[in-house]
């Protein structure tokens, strides 16, 4: 019965430490060591087991008495006993196990709290709750407890000593708690609790000896002098940065118009004297300040790093400079691997796109033949496998790519596909179109066209445009959809081998005999220059009309970017032809009244002897025997 009460009190305290911690979880969870899900069941768990250890302990101890109060003669309840006690310390030893297993399988995603000294160094970290303390609430109250020792604190190592409890060990100064050591900081920290009570009662010693060795006068009269030294080098150190760059712009600008003459690019000065001194001059200011800068940022953290109080500002400030290399560093070293795939690809890519090149040259010259590809299809053709190849290649070296598997990265790519996409519709249509007309072969450069009702020369092709020369100097550029949207006329495509038929149509009365009017035409068509008298020209008549015959000539030429002009001689000499042979060209809408009007031939082609002919009047007079 005496054993039942002495135990009470520690079973009325685990009942209401779940009281209380079933008003204070909810703020616990939030700042403890883990995830709230997992950090839950631990701690149902560990509840239960302490209590259960506590039952044990009751039983346990109820044994022992009896034991010791058996007689050395009753053997059998003895054994009986013993075999109990045995059980009571197996299922001891079971508990210990799953406990530290569970806290194994936690560590890795547990977040230790920092328990800090004089300086806001860390001395050790906490894991785990004690009661209704949070570990974040532990570790704050032992940082607290550690700095109010400093006033009663006398340098001597036993003025730190331990307490041993039954299922804790306090870590005392007289008569002040500093923390308790439980079980379970024990398995956190892969050690016995003696051992760790041992641990942190040194760590704690040394932190008050050595906070009492730094704040002492003589050593703070020390730091002092030392921060004065280091701000009076540095301020040499500034002073002699000044006058060395002040020493350099002097010498920049006496070599204006010596040295620094201007920089020329054949005719063009790209930088003149001028211009070249004062860039100078802002480089070296600018170098200049960032080395005060940097002279400055390396003197802060020396002269926090003298004092202990600031000595953590020291290593933040060199951190922000250190971090980011040491990252940036890790990151080109774990990048190496991928760096070293990524120049294979683009080097086995390079070679790749080599060999198609010097395919693309030799079947553009002539000298490799392929049936039924032609040699005009060997650029384009090249430069749509090279860019299917750099499309195939980035597809390839992307995964290699640092970032690549980053969510905004995935999202940049996808926004930049969608402008790309809807902003390039009309774009894309027309390289599309100028894909197809390379390969419909409907002309080349310096062919003489038509496209819908523009003439010229084409100048150029290409993804987009075509642009023609008209024969006024005028350049056109049409979309390359819009050539595929009309008809298109080439007149130079056949005529270097079987000609370009020139025609034109001339219409006379029909009082010119049609076979003079023929043999006409074709003398002129022979007179006209680059006219080929081979194959012969021929007429067509095309008409009979009211008043006039419609006369076609047709002849061939192999000049059909000079058509206009071919025309024109044409023209030229159908006049001259037909006014030589005393052919009138009266139609279509020319009239004249014969009697007494000249002809409509020029004056310089008609006889020196013509005269206009009389007007006549023939008048009948009535028969007056008629009419009787």
């Not at 023609?468 to 081998?497: C, F, G, Q, W």
């Amino acid at each position: 019965m005496s054993t039942i009460i002495r135990f009470l009190p520690i079973l009325l305290i685990q009942f209401l430490s779940l009281f209380s911690f079933a008003q204070t979880d909810s703020i616990a969870l939030k700042n403890d060591s883990l995830n709230t899900s997992l950090l839950n069941a631990f701690n149902k768990k560990i509840k239960l087991i302490e209590i259960n250890r506590i039952e044990d302990s009751i039983k346990k101890e109820k044994l022992e008495n009896q034991l010791n109060s058996l007689q050395t003669t009753d053997n059998l309840k003895k054994e009986e006993l013993q075999k109990q006690l045995a059980e009571l310390k197996e299922k001891d030893t079971q508990r210990l196990k799953e406990k530290i297993n569970r806290i194994d399988s936690l560590r890795n995603t547990a977040k230790k709290y920092p328990v800090f000294g004089f300086f806001n160094d860390t001395l050790f970290n906490v894991y785990t709750k004690s009661g209704s303390f949070s570990a974040e609430m532990r570790a704050s109250t032992i940082s607290e407890r550690i700095k109010q020792l400093e006033a009663g604190f006398i340098p001597n190592k036993d003025s730190i000593f331990l307490i041993p409890f039954e299922s804790s060990i306090d870590i005392m100064h007289d008569e002040v708690i500093i923390m308790s050591i439980t079980d379970n900081d024990a398995i956190w920290n892969n050690t016995t609790p003696i051992e760790l009570a041992n641990t942190y009662k040194v760590l704690i010693t040394n932190t008050l000896l050595d906070y009492k060795k730094q704040t002492s006068i003589l050593n703070l009269l020390k730091e002092v002098g030392l921060a004065l030294l280091v701000i009076l080098l540095f301020a040499l150190l500034i002073h002699y940065l000044k006058r060395l760059f002040t020493w350099s712009a002097k010498k920049i600008i006496s070599y204006e118009n010596t040295l620094l003459s201007g920089f020329k690019i054949k005719n063009y000065v790209l930088l003149d004297s001028k211009s070249q001194v004062n860039g100078l001059l802002t480089i070296n200011t600018f170098i200049k300040w960032i080395l005060i800068l940097i002279s400055i940022y390396i003197a802060l953290p020396i002269l926090f790093g003298i004092f202990p109080w600031t000595k953590d500002f020291a290593g933040e400030l060199f951190g922000y400079i250190l971090t980011p290399i040491k990252k940036i560093a890790l990151g080109l070293w774990h990048y190496l691997p991928n760096l070293i795939t990524i120049i294979v690809i683009i080097t086995v890519f390079r070679y790749v796109l080599k060999g198609i090149n010097y395919l693309r040259l030799e079947i553009a010259s002539g000298k490799l033949s392929i049936p039924g590809f032609f040699p005009d299809w060997a650029n384009p053709t090249y430069q749509i496998v090279r860019v299917l190849l750099v499309a195939f290649l980035i597809v390839v070296i992307f995964p290699y790519l640092p970032g690549s598997d980053s969510p905004v990265f995935r999202g940049v790519s996808v926004f930049l596909g969608f402008l790309f996409t809807f902003g390039s519709a009309g774009s894309l249509s027309n390289v599309v179109a100028g894909l197809v007309l390379t390969y419909m072969r409907l002309f080349k450069i310096g062919d003489r066209v038509k496209i819908g009702e523009v003439v010229g020369d084409v100048i150029e092709k290409s993804l987009l445009v075509t642009r023609l020369r008209t024969i006024k100097n005028e350049i056109i550029s049409i979309p390359n959809s819009t050539i595929m949207n009309n008809h298109t006329v080439n007149y130079s495509s056949d005529a270097p081998t079987h000609g370009l038929i020139i025609h034109t149509t001339v219409t006379i009365g029909y009082d010119v005999p049609w076979r003079d009017m023929h043999q006409a035409l074709i003398d002129a068509a022979l007179k006209t220059k680059l006219i080929l008298q081979e194959p012969t020209p021929f007429v067509l008549q095309t008409g009979l009309e009211d008043f006039y015959v419609a006369y076609q000539i047709n002849a061939y030429t192999h000049d059909s970017n000079v058509q206009q002009i071919i025309y024109s001689d044409l023209h030229q000499n159908i006049q001259d032809v037909c006014f030589e042979r005393g052919i009138e060209i009266l139609s279509p809408h020319y009239r004249a009244a014969r009697d007494g009007n000249s002809t409509t031939i020029p004056a310089s082609y008609l006889p020196k002897d013509y005269k206009a002919p009389n007007f006549n009047i023939n008048i009948t007079k009535p028969n007056p025997e008629e009419n009787n």
